[in-house]
């Protein structure tokens, strides 16, 4: 079996009798059909990037970056996300699964190069769960001492978000998704508000100012921008999280793919207007991109009302991202515990409620073991300081190539694709892989300052992991790797 082998032909809509009969593991369990609307999982894709928490800690690392100019980032990394939204759309609309870009990966370049894509797909999952749940209990100790001058451990609050999180999850993706939906309505609004106000208070709002928009406002010119653009794209990281809904969704082929979409557009615009508005707000570009909170610094500056409701949506969004980051995580786990790639107990669901419980276990197992030694050493409220850059690198290569992934399936699978359509299929895929490549490229030429220069070394540490368990699996089990095929439902291996 060669390196990129295909993986298979087109498959059947979820939920018909067809898309049943793959040749799964004995035991396996099925998540429960046509549950989710279109708009639930728009809700889901939008609160999973975790708009307030975005303010809170990706703009103070891209002004550092680039200066005013880090608004320019938001406008590139715009392009790059919708047009990725577009190819993602493409392969909801053909390949349904609870695996979402995992599967798409597998039919794209076959099984070996699929398995160390959902290596990465599934690590990046847990890191951005944990990383969420140490940072909710950093700043929910930072809040209670500042306003009742108590000190309650951090880990509390963290303890206290993971149990909320694993008891929605356990119950079914529909509490999960109502929760987000209230919390996403409140951060908006705060944000927005907030933002306004901050604007309008300003001497500087009766102007407009193109500086933001200007190259030349970055220090370091088109080079900064694209370092920018790596928390540029973080910050719609969660919104391709709606493919892992595929299974659960109503009319999957045409609402996943929407939702991504309408996600990636919204949430980008969201922070073009809202960055522009604080920097303006701040009035000085200057300390704006050397202050590592800015958001703490305006709420402070307009009193302790404003204050308390910024922290509270920050808080109210953290949760939110880390909530679905949650669930897109045992939903991976539990697609591989499906076609036996990994222990098949994490395949079952529970017999009442249809949720992977046993994957449920274990993902709240890992981020408390993955996030809290390094919040006890480092603090809580640092930890996303150490693992945003990560995450953001992560997720453009895992961007990047779905992106192509694209071009080769549609070449390939003619069952799915009889017409290969050059602007859908080609162009807009190679472009969408260009955005997410550049400021992939901009991590390592040149090095960016301090620890960001390491970071790059974990994750090529974590792909060479994934590619000594990929041999080790081929040698011991080589039936779980050639099951990985039928994780498209009712997909031939």
Not at 10 to 31: F, M
Not at 84 to 90: A, P, V
Not at 405 to 429: C, E, T, W, Y
Request: charged fraction near 10%; hydrophobic fraction near 55%; aromatic fraction near 14%.
């Amino acid at each position: 079996m060669s390196l990129t082998e295909p993986s298979g032909q087109g498959v059947p809509e979820a939920g018909t009798p067809q898309a049943t009969a793959g040749t799964r593991v004995a035991g396996a369990g099925e998540l429960k059909r046509n549950v989710l609307s279109g708009r639930r999982i728009l809700i889901a894709a939008i609160a999973a990037t975790g708009p307030m928490s975005v303010i809170a800690l990706n703009y103070g690392p891209m002004a550092s970056f680039a200066g005013p100019a880090f608004v320019l980032a938001f406008v590139v990394s715009l392009v790059g996300i919708v047009l990725l939204g577009l190819c993602f759309s493409q392969f909801a609309r053909h390949y349904p699964s609870a695996g979402g870009l995992y599967a798409w990966a597998v039919r794209s370049f076959g099984k070996n190069v699929g398995f160390v894509y959902g290596w990465l797909l599934a690590g990046s999952y847990l890191v951005f769960a944990a990383a969420g749940f140490a940072v909710f209990g950093g700043w929910g100790e930072q809040y209670i001492q500042q306003l009742f001058g108590v000190s309650v451990p951090w880990w509390v609050f963290a303890l206290a978000a993971i149990a909320y999180t694993a008891g929605l999850a356990f119950y079914g993706i529909q509490s999960s998704v109502g929760s987000a939906f209230v919390l996403l309505a409140f951060e908006i609004i705060v944000a927005l508000v907030f933002a306004a106000f901050v604007w309008v208070s300003s001497p500087a709002a009766a102007h407009f100012t193109s500086a933001p928009f200007v190259p030349s406002s970055s220090p370091g010119g088109w080079a900064a921008i694209g370092l920018a653009m790596t928390f540029g794209v973080l910050s719609s990281v969660g919104f391709e999280e709606a493919s892992t809904l595929g299974e659960e969704a109503q009319h999957t082929r045409r609402t996943v793919g929407r939702a991504m979409v309408q996600a990636g557009g919204i949430t980008q615009i969201f922070y073009i207007v809202t960055a522009y508005a604080l920097l303006v707000g701040y009035a000085n570009y200057g300390k704006f991109s050397k202050d590592p909170a800015p958001l703490l610094t305006l709420g402070g500056q307009h009193g302790k009302v404003w204050l308390t409701l910024v922290v509270l949506a920050a808080l109210s969004s953290i949760l939110a991202f880390s909530q679905t980051a949650f669930n897109a995580g045992i939903r991976v786990i539990y697609a591989l515990g499906r076609e036996g790639v990994i222990p098949h107990m994490f395949g079952r669901t529970h017999r009442a409620h249809k949720t992977p419980h046993v994957s449920i276990v274990l993902m709240t197992a890992v981020c408390v073991l993955l996030a809290f030694p390094l919040a006890f050493a480092v603090g809580a409220f640092n930890v996303w300081y150490y693992f945003g850059f990560l995450i953001s690198i992560m997720f453009l290569v895992l961007y990047a190539f779905t992106a192509l992934g694209l071009v080769f399936v549609a070449f390939r699978d003619k069952q799915a694709f009889p017409k290969v359509n050059m602007l859908s299929h080609v162009l807009i895929p190679v472009v969408a892989a260009a955005v997410m490549i550049y400021p992939l490229y901009r991590t390592v030429s040149p090095l960016p300052p301090g620890v960001y220069k390491t970071l790059p070394i974990y994750l090529a540490a974590w792909i060479v992991a994934g590619i000594l368990v990929l041999l080790y699996l081929k040698r011991t089990r080589p039936d779980a790797i050639d099951r990985v095929g039928s994780l498209m439902a009712g997909g031939d291996s």
